[in-house]
């Protein structure tokens, strides 16, 4: 049986061993840095991430230009993507940002912001958020990225004269 002055220390033991496996659970994202990553303008971005995004509070990750937001992870930001180019997928205008969106992984949709330099990407896990309201509270941060091109659509290739 163990004496009284164990049993406190062996209840502070164990409430340390709780703790700092729960702070484990809620580590560092790991991610992967994209080729361009050390670019300044995804600095520019990264210290613009809000702290929540799709109502997921956001966690630390261990790669340069990268955010991660929920515990599980529902959505991953990546700065420094090689841009994109022209495609069929659907491209919306949300608050001043083109983001091509790409449902061919669903539940897991990638969001390309579009035109913009250096390439950023957004892989929102439908399940998690809600990729509208992840776009939606990114884009003020994407916004600083440089823009050299924009969305068309069909009416705009049409010449009606």
Do not use: H, K
């Not at 709780?18 to 992967?32: E, Q």
């Amino acid at each position: 049986m163990p004496s009284r002055t164990a049993t406190p220390a062996l209840a502070a033991l164990a409430a340390l061993a709780l703790t700092a496996s729960l702070t484990a659970c809620a580590g560092d994202v790991p991610m992967d840095p994209s080729e361009d990553a050390n670019n300044p303008a995804c600095a520019d971005v990264i210290v613009r991430l809000p702290d929540s995004a799709a109502g997921l509070d956001r966690r630390t990750t261990n790669a340069q230009s990268t955010g991660a937001w929920g515990d599980p992870v529902g959505i991953e930001l990546r700065c420094g993507i090689e841009a994109g180019g022209p495609t069929t997928d659907d491209c919306v205008n949300v608050n001043g940002v083109d983001w091509v969106i790409d449902r061919s992984g669903a539940p897991l949709y990638r969001f390309e912001a579009y035109g913009r330099s250096p390439g950023l990407e957004v892989y929102v896990n439908s399940e998690l958020a809600s990729g509208t309201e992840a776009v939606v509270d990114l884009g003020a941060a994407v916004q600083v990225l440089p823009q050299e091109r924009q969305c068309t659509s069909l009416i705009d290739s049409l010449d009606f004269e």
